[in-house]
């Protein structure tokens, strides 16, 4: 996922570096563009994850999760078990 958000998405990131100049520019360009991508893009696209559904299964286990450590019972019905 990091390498998509930090590389795949920047073309000239993807594109290997020619000589010294094009890999000093990879290494600048790289700590300009990552916090725009992590700060900005990132959570966008989990809201939009969130609005679209995708979410729901991550969700589902994290309640799993914290039932168990709250030491609460399965809610079967819930979960379409008997």
């Known amino acids: 996922m990091l390498h998509f ?7 000239a990131l993807r594109t ?12 600048l360009l790289l700590p300009v563009t990552a916090p725009a991508d992590l700060c900005w893009f990132l959570p966008r696209d989990v809201v939009r994850g969130v609005r679209q559904g995708r ?4 969700a589902e286990y994290l309640r799993g999760l914290w039932d168990g450590y709250r030491d609460r019972p399965i809610p079967y019905a ?3 078990l008997r």
Not at 5 to 11: D, T
Not at 16 to 27: E, F, I, S, V, W
Not at 55 to 58: A, G, M, P, V
């Open 78 to 80: 819930r979960l379409g």
């Open 5 to 11: 958000y930090l590389v795949e998405r920047h073309p």
């Open 55 to 58: 979410t729901i299964e991550l």
């Open 16 to 27: 290997a570096p020619a000589g010294a100049r094009g890999t000093l520019r990879r290494m």
